[in-house]
């Protein structure tokens, strides 16, 4: 196992216990793959998904006993997010690779000031 290999493993680790936190691990994770490590954008969006889906399982188990959720509204939003997920790989796989690198760099962007905006209001 060569450093890089193992330098690849911590980032992951990390990424799915803040992407499990609820804390945006999976956008490091994108961004670490396309841009350090020659992935291509649309495989590294493919390998997040693949990571989210593994970090779920035990962050849901976590929230499900610390926070009693509505399972309704859970089912809902399970549903949404899966119908969203097979819609974008149908549109990534039409979609140049510099075109998802650039809306994936835009999504983010705003997606950060979004949330500079309102921690700045929470102040």
């Known amino acids: 196992m060569t450093f890089y290999s193992v330098w690849a493993h911590v980032i992951c680790f990390i990424t799915s216990v803040s992407s499990g936190m609820g804390a945006g691990g999976g956008g490091l ?5 396309s841009m350090f490590s020659g992935v291509s954008q649309a495989a ?8 989210f889906a593994f970090a779920l399982a035990p962050s849901a188990v976590v929230n499900f006993v610390r926070y009693k959720p509505d399972i309704r509204l859970i089912s ?8 969203g997920c097979v819609l974008g790989a149908l549109f990534s796989s039409h979609v140049s690779d510099d075109a998802l690198r650039k809306c ?3 999504f983010l962007a ?3 000031a979004v949330t500079l905006i309102y921690a700045a209001k929470d102040r």
Do not use: M
């Open 29 to 33: 994770l994108t961004l670490y793959l």
């Open 44 to 51: 590294a969006q493919g390998i997040n998904l693949l990571d």
């Open 76 to 83: 809902f939003l399970t549903f949404c997010g899966t119908v």
């Open 104 to 106: 994936c760099g835009v």
């Open 110 to 112: 705003a997606v950060g």
